[in-house]
């Protein structure tokens, strides 16, 4: 399948899905491709209100990136961040018990999911070396 493009006015996750899938009304439509690219698909359901040119935001370029530290204080930061409460109106638990899932925004600080792409990048290709056939950069 081809990289999805951001020309055409459709969702970036419908970009994803096989013709068959893009033809189906509903979401209980069989999986017909492997698991990365429903990975792949999965991500770009996650909604964020901040700019979209954000690096976060885009696809890192595939190659050799150095390996990338994060700091205990900015650990720290990210966990508190991740500890509060995420505060659900009514109709979003509503909307979890008709559907099984809502779309939670804004989670991440945008700089914090950064950071974690990259360092989960040079984790994958410390542990994996560079597969340019791998679609996780």
């Known amino acids: 399948m081809k990289e999805p ?8 996750s419908y ?11 509903g979401v209980a439509s069989q ?4 698991n990365q ?7 770009t359901l ?20 150095a390996p990338i530290e994060i700091d205990e204080s ?3 930061k990210i966990a508190s961040g991740l500890s509060a409460p995420y505060k659900l109106s009514s109709a979003c638990i509503s909307q979890f018990a008709k ?3 809502i779309k939670l925004k804004n989670v991440i600080d945008p700089e914090h999911l950064t950071l974690l792409r990259q ?16 679609a996780f950069r």
């Open 31 to 34: 999986w017909d491709q492997d």
């Open 15 to 25: 970009d994803y899905l096989s013709k068959a899938q893009q033809k189906s009304e």
């Open 37 to 43: 690219q429903w990975w792949n698909w999965y991500m």
């Open 119 to 134: 360092r989960i990048n040079s984790i994958l290709i410390d542990t994996l070396g560079v597969e340019p056939e791998l």
């Open 74 to 76: 900015t650990l720290a």
């Open 46 to 65: 996650a909604e964020n209100e901040h700019d979209q040119t954000n690096a976060a935001a885009k696809p890192a370029i595939a190659g050799v990136q």
């Open 99 to 101: 559907d099984g899932y």
């Open 5 to 12: 493009s951001n020309s055409q006015p459709k969702p970036q």
